[in-house]
């Protein structure tokens, strides 16, 4: 008796446009290196959600005051 192998791809914790950003992610690695990875279909949400913003390296100094809203 074969087995099937059934891949869930409907992200409930994450929207829209932060798997948009992790499929673009993932298929550069699929065409830099194509036997790095397992191909697998993409994953969707049911929502859409903000753009995601890229944070510059910051020392955690400084991420501390972004994410507390401080100036120092």
């Known amino acids: ?15 829209g446009r932060i ?7 993932v298929s550069i690695i699929e065409t830099l290196f194509p036997f790095s990875i397992d ?6 949400s049911n929502r859409d959600g903000i753009k995601p913003i890229v944070i510059n390296p910051l020392s955690a100094h400084q991420l501390k005051s972004i994410f507390l809203g401080t100036k120092n």
Request: with cysteine; glycine share 4%.
């Open 19 to 25: 798997l948009d950003l992790a499929n673009s992610i």
């Open 39 to 44: 191909k697998l279909l993409k994953e969707k």
């Open 1 to 15: 008796m074969g087995t099937k192998v059934c891949q869930l791809t409907t992200n409930y914790r994450s929207h």
